[in-house]
C-alpha cells in the first residue's frame, strides 16, 4: 500500500511540472504577439521616424479629412485590396522587418538629399523606386581643350526602375576661382548622357575637374557625388595655351542713390569694379531690410566704357521702414572666375552701400502658416494629390507660396509652387504622382511664404506642427 501512494504521490508531481512548462512556453510567444500589435496599431498612423519602418497596412488618417475624404480613401482601399478596420481581425496582420544593408555611398564619395536613413526599412514591391541613378564612367572628347574650343561631355548613367531623368554639375577651374555649369541631354546610346562646354576665350590653363554632379531619376531620386568622390577625381579635362585668367575682379566700390526714399520708389545701385585680363560680364548683389526678412535681388549692367555698373531696384509697397543695406555683391569675368564680397568683409567698400526707407505701413514681419492641408491622403500612380496651404500676413498681404514634397526615404523631392484659390481662400498646388515613385507616407520637406514686402519664411518639417501633420500615402500602381 505504501508503494501505491508513494507511485501516485510522483505522478502528481510529474503532471504539475508538465504543466508549468507548457505554460512557461507558450507565454513569451503570447507576450511578444501582443507588444508586435501594440506597436504596429500605434505607429501606423504616425508620420514619425520610427512610424515609417513599418508596411503601413491601415488607410491614413488626416487631421483635416472629412467625410468625402474618407469615402474617397475607401474606394481606393477596395480598389488595391486593403482591409478595414473590421476586416484587421480575420488574417494576420503582423509587420514584417528587415535590416536594412548599410549604404555604402559615403564610402564612395557619394551623397543623397537625405538628412539622414533609418537602417530599418520596410519591405516594398519590386516597383517602389527609393533608389537614386548611379554614374558609372565619365569621358571627355576631347581631353584637351584650347581657349574658345568646345568639347564633348559624355556621362553613362544607370537606374534600374523608374528610369534616369537629368544629370547636370559643375566643373571647377584648377585655382577654384571659375565654375562652368554642366548640362546634359539623353543620347541616342542607351546610359549615356551628353553635355557640351565652350572654354572661355581666357580660361586658366591646367586640369578642370567636375565640382558636382547630380543625376535624378523620373521618381525624383536625386544622387550627389560631391567635390574629391573617387569618381569625380579622375574626371577631368585640361586646357592647354597661353595667357589663361585665374583672377576674379575686384570690387573697388558701391553705393545707393537716392540715400532716402519711400516705399514705391526706384532707387540706382551703382558699382564700380575691374579686371586685369577680361571683361566683367556679371554683377550680382542684394539689398537686405533691417530686420533682414526681406531680400531684394538685383543686377547691374556695364555703364559706358569705364569701370562702372549701374542697377535699380523698386522699393515694394509697405516695405519694412528704416535702414536697408547692400548684402553683398558677387562679381564675374567672362573667364568665369568669380568672387563674393561680403559687407562684413568689406566694411569700407559698403559703406555707402545703405538707403534709409520710410513707408506708412511699415512691415517688418514675414508672413504666417495657418494650415496646411493635403488630400487624397493615399494615392496610386498617375493621381494627382493637392495641396492647400493657408497663411496670412497682417501688413502687405502673401505673396507667393512654394514648397517640396520628401519622399519616405528622403531621397526623393517633388517641388511645387501654389496659385491663389479664392474658393479655398487659399494657396494650391497639384503634383502628379510619377510612375514607380517610391511607396509609403511622404511629407512636406517645407514650405516657402513670401508677403507683398518681400519678407520670407521658410517652414521646415519637423520643426513646425502644422507641417508634420500633413502627410499622404503612395500606395503603389
Same mark, same amino acid.
Given at each position: ?114 538628412? =539622414? ?77 551628353? #553635355? ?9 590653363? #591646367? ?96 555703364? #559706358?566704357? =569705364? ?89 502687405? =498681404? ?27 481662400? =487659399? ?51
Amino acid at each position: 500500500m505504501g508503494l501505491i501512494y508513494i507511485c501516485v504521490a510522483i505522478g502528481t508531481v510529474v503532471y504539475y511540472r508538465h504543466n508549468q512548462v507548457q505554460k512557461s512556453e507558450v507565454t513569451p510567444d503570447v507576450t511578444e504577439n501582443a507588444s508586435k500589435r501594440q506597436v504596429f496599431s500605434r505607429d501606423a498612423k504616425a508620420p514619425s521616424e520610427q512610424a515609417r519602418r513599418f508596411p503601413v497596412r491601415m488607410p491614413v488618417t488626416h487631421p483635416n479629412d472629412g467625410h468625402e475624404l474618407g469615402h474617397r480613401q475607401k474606394e481606393v482601399d477596395k480598389k488595391l485590396g486593403r482591409f478595414s478596420e473590421q476586416d484587421r481581425g480575420k488574417e494576420s496582420t503582423e509587420p514584417t522587418m528587415w535590416m536594412a544593408e548599410q549604404d555604402s555611398d559615403k564610402e564612395n564619395g557619394m551623397l543623397g538629399d537625405s538628412k =539622414g536613413n533609418s537602417k530599418i526599412d520596410e519591405i516594398k514591391p519590386d516597383y517602389s523606386d527609393a533608389e537614386p541613378p548611379r554614374v558609372t564612367t565619365i569621358r571627355f572628347e576631347p581631353q584637351k581643350v584650347r581657349h574658345g574650343d568646345t568639347l564633348s561631355v559624355f556621362v553613362r548613367v544607370t537606374d534600374e526602375l523608374s528610369g534616369v531623368g537629368t544629370v547636370s554639375g559643375t566643373f571647377r577651374s584648377p585655382s577654384g576661382a571659375a565654375a562652368l555649369p554642366f548640362r546634359s541631354q539623353k543620347s541616342t546610346e542607351g546610359g549615356v548622357f551628353v #553635355g557640351t562646354l565652350t572654354i572661355p576665350a581666357r580660361a586658366e590653363t #591646367g586640369l578642370w575637374y567636375f565640382d558636382i554632379l547630380h543625376a535624378s531619376d523620373k521618381a525624383h531620386n536625386k544622387r550627389i557625388y560631391p567635390e574629391g568622390s573617387p569618381l569625380l577625381k579622375s574626371s577631368f579635362f585640361e586646357v592647354i595655351g597661353l595667357d589663361g585668367d585665374s583672377t576674379p575682379p575686384e570690387l573697388i566700390a558701391v553705393y545707393l542713390d537716392p540715400l532716402e526714399a519711400y516705399d514705391g520708389d526706384s532707387v540706382k545701385v551703382v558699382v564700380e569694379a575691374a579686371d586685369d585680363k577680361s571683361e566683367i560680364t556679371m554683377i550680382y548683389g542684394v539689398l537686405l531690410s533691417p530686420s533682414t526678412h526681406a531680400k531684394i535681388p538685383f543686377s547691374c549692367q556695364k555703364e #559706358g566704357e =569705364g569701370n562702372t555698373f549701374l542697377g535699380y531696384i523698386t522699393i515694394p509697397g509697405d516695405a519694412e521702414s528704416g535702414q536697408w543695406t547692400v548684402g553683398y555683391l558677387q562679381v564675374r569675368d567672362e573667364s568665369q572666375n568669380s568672387k563674393t564680397f561680403f559687407r562684413r568683409d568689406y566694411p569700407s567698400i559698403f559703406d555707402g552701400a545703405s538707403i534709409n526707407v520710410y513707408a506708412s505701413r511699415s512691415d517688418s514681419e514675414p508672413p504666417t502658416l495657418d494650415n496646411l492641408e493635403i488630400y487624397p491622403t493615399a494615392l496610386v500612380y498617375g493621381e494627382t494629390v493637392e495641396i492647400v496651404v493657408h497663411a496670412s500676413d497682417g501688413v502687405s =498681404g502673401v505673396g507667393s507660396v512654394s514648397g517640396s514634397l520628401q519622399s519616405p526615404s528622403r531621397k526623393a523631392h517633388i517641388a511645387f509652387s501654389c496659385v491663389y484659390d479664392p474658393d479655398d481662400l =487659399g494657396y494650391r498646388a497639384e503634383v502628379v504622382i510619377p510612375t514607380n515613385a517610391e511607396i509609403g507616407l511622404w511629407i512636406v520637406d517645407y514650405i516657402l511664404i513670401t508677403d507683398k514686402a518681400r519678407n520670407q519664411i521658410k517652414y521646415t518639417y519637423p520643426s513646425n506642427p502644422v507641417i508634420k501633420e500633413a502627410y499622404f500615402e503612395i500606395i503603389g500602381e
